[in-house]
């Protein structure tokens, strides 16, 4: 016999990143960049133009407030490192990958997108992977 499987609400309960998974995701992003490869200059913008003082506090787990911009730039970056890691069964070729330059963004590599600073560019780099992973 079919039994109908409870719907989930499309609203979550909490509809905003809390101040904990917001620092949690900022102490992942610091260490993705690492494996990335990437300068802490290519780092700041990618994260939407964060000062150099900032960032190297970051770096040295001082993170302080986190606003929602911010917060959605590292949401955005976890799900980029997501997709890749669904993409790639070795890490090392996910985490290579961001720097090799891909037609689909006109040759450009992946960090030179994600660094035009802009929160849209980062959207694009994650709308890339979602389609790669799904098919489309």
Known sequence: MLQEIPRTHALPDVP??????AEAMARAVTRL???????DAEARE????????TYARWKAGE?????????????????????LRYLFS??????????????????RTPVEIMAQGD????ARVRS???????GW
């Open 63 to 83: 993170l302080g407030r986190i606003d929602r911009d911010l917060a959605t730039r590292l949401s955005l970056l976890m799900g980029i490192h997501k997709g």
């Open 46 to 53: 990618i994260l939407g133009g964060l000062a150099a003082r």
């Open 90 to 107: 070795d890490s090392e070729r996910g985490y290579a990958w961001v720097k090799k330059s891909n037609r689909a963004f006109e040759g």
């Open 16 to 21: 905003q990143i809390t101040a904990s998974e």
């Open 119 to 122: 929160i849209f560019s980062l």
């Open 33 to 39: 960049f690492e494996k990335w490869q990437i300068s």
């Open 128 to 134: 890339y992977l979602d389609a790669e992973r799904s």
